[in-house]
């Protein structure tokens, strides 16, 4: 999962893997590595037409939404930003209309991580993984149901 910002001939990629660590690369070269707690700060110095300029990488995960917002900066201003789904190359959703098989095999993964972390005196890491999983398969779920209801109220209206 990234996102690629494309400055001056300098090619500025954010990559973040599924067990939250980032790294902020610049023309293949790792600048900044650190694991993702929420909201991170990669500071980084480009030459670009002859002169230095600072750079910085914010990156802000949302949990409801299971997405991380990556922001841009060049000396403190804002040049771009990019939203990354998490777990889009993990689940594919290719079920119905309520998305079931989602909910299952968030649920599940988060269960799993859940027991695994508490019965075996796994790290909180993997805990906080778990809860992630359980949040997101239940919002999703809670959200998908909320569509449906607001479409056939929609359909409700239009007879």
């Not at 690629?4 to 599924?18: G, L």
């Not at 991170?40 to 802000?60: T, Y």
């Not at 299971?66 to 079920?95: A, H």
């Not at 079931?100 to 790290?123: A, K, R």
């Amino acid at each position: 999962m990234n996102a690629t910002f494309n400055i001056e001939e300098q090619i500025i990629s954010y990559d973040v893997n599924w067990l939250g660590i980032e790294s902020v690369t610049v023309n293949g070269s790792v600048l900044s590595k650190k694991l993702s707690l929420g909201k991170r700060v990669h500071s980084f110095d480009l030459p670009i037409n002859n002169s230095v300029h600072s750079f910085r990488i914010e990156s802000k995960q949302s949990f409801s939404a299971s997405t991380i917002t990556v922001s841009l900066f060049q000396n403190d201003k804002l040049i771009d930003s990019k939203v990354i789904e998490l777990y889009k190359d993990i689940f594919k959703d290719t079920t119905d209309t309520h998305n079931t098989e989602h909910f299952n095999t968030m649920f599940t993964i988060g269960v799993v991580l859940i027991i695994l972390s508490l019965s075996f005196d796994m790290s909180k890491f993997f805990l906080f993984i778990g809860l992630i999983f359980l949040f997101d398969a239940v919002s999703k779920t809670h959200a998908m149901s909320k569509t449906a209801e607001e479409t056939s109220k929609d359909l409700n209206l239009k007879k």
